[in-house]
């Protein structure tokens, strides 16, 4: 795979991370728990932390050979009896009571989620129970635990959603606004793709040209936001200091980038032609990614990159009650039931916010 340097010079970004000296206060000294710390974002968030003199910091993840890994390059060794490695499901809300209980952390990054849109279009069971209830019970768990600060990492895909992961995802912001006005300071972070995130189209399409494979793209228009993993992780700690009463914070990606381009461009890196598949867009899939939908506006912050929602307004009164009945609905209601629950609930919460606008 293209080394991160690489991707980014492709596309114009900036893969050295800085931060402002409210940032680096901000995590300075203080405990942090960073969920999905195997997965892409939550491992640079964890190797970001570790330049800016945080306390302990607690890795937590349900793939102990991610744990392993990213344990080694931190460490120089893969012990995994250290009382900071976690291995554990957000999915499990017992457990991670307790777990928060024992080491009630200052700060909380949820970067655990489902992220594959197609898959979660076939097993949506799957993405509500980690992406939606996961989300609900690390929240609640950090609440009782006497957490300070609470960021939950979201996608573009939350915008205006048409699948199952955009649907959970917005839900999953609904949920963290939902637990302001406590002592906890809880925001949500919502951008796009990152160049060369495990199971991202990058090292598919390099995987088919390294091997003279055709490159499949699902329309000649499709384009998407991108920014490298460094600069996505950066921004989150940055967004994660202003964090206060429920904001969804959108991070500056520059101009979406078509898809069709991206692949010549790669191509012509590699010294390859490529020979390009169009697919066909698939269920839940949209042609051009937003941001923001109808109901939402932006507003600037101390930081150039980092835009707030405004007019997010309260979750619903009921939001979190309804999410109890949902989860208790899992083992009961067949996939198309499931789906028509999950987009009443998104439904009835642009209602709510259409109303505060």
């Known amino acids: 795979m293209a080394d991160p340097a690489t991707l980014a010079r492709m596309l114009g970004k900036d893969s050295d991370p800085t931060y402002s000296a409210a940032a680096r206060a901000s995590v300075e000294g203080r405990s942090v728990l960073v969920t999905g710390a195997g997965g892409s974002i939550g491992s640079e968030i964890v190797r970001q ?120 995802k917005r839900l999953a912001e609904r949920v963290v606004a939902a637990w302001s006005g406590g002592p906890m300071r809880v925001a949500s972070v919502r951008f796009g793709n990152v160049l060369g995130s495990r199971g991202s189209f990058l090292p598919t399409l390099h995987w088919q040209l390294s091997n003279d494979l055709p490159v499949t793209i699902t329309d000649p228009r499709i384009t998407r936001f991108f920014m490298t993993i460094p600069e996505a992780a950066s921004l989150v700690i940055e967004a994660g200091e202003m964090a206060r009463t429920g904001e969804t914070y959108v991070l500056d990606m520059g101009d979406p980038v078509s898809i ?54 309260p979750a619903p009164a009921t939001l979190l009650d309804r999410v109890d009945r949902l989860a208790d609905d899992l083992t009961t209601l067949a996939d198309e039931e499931l789906r028509d629950q999950l987009w009443d609930l998104v439904d009835s919460t642009a209602a709510d916010l259409a109303g505060v606008r």
Do not use: C
Request: hydrophobic share 40%.
């Open 49 to 168: 932390l570790h330049r800016l003199s945080p306390g302990p910091v607690y890795l937590l993840d349900h793939d102990e050979g991610a744990l392993h890994s990213l344990q080694v390059e931190l460490n120089g060794h893969g012990l995994l009896d250290d009382d900071r490695t976690v291995l554990a499901d957000i999915r499990d809300g017992d457990v991670m009571r307790r777990l928060m209980e024992r080491i009630r952390p200052d700060i909380v990054f949820h970067a655990a989620a489902h992220k594959h849109l197609p898959l979660l279009e076939r097993y949506p069971a799957e993405g509500i129970k980690t992406n939606l209830l996961g989300t609900a019970n690390m929240i609640a768990a950090a609440a009782h635990a006497g957490t300070g600060t609470f960021v939950n990492i979201s996608t573009d895909k939350a915008a205006a959603p048409t699948s199952v992961l955009g649907a959970t």
């Open 260 to 313: 069709e381009d991206l692949v010549r461009r790669f191509a012509i890196d590699l010294e390859v032609t490529p020979e390009i598949v169009y697919t066909g867009l698939r269920p839940g899939e949209k042609l051009h990614e937003e941001l923001l939908d109808g109901i939402e506006n932006l507003t600037g912050t101390r930081h150039s990159r980092v835009s707030a929602v405004i007019a997010n307004g």
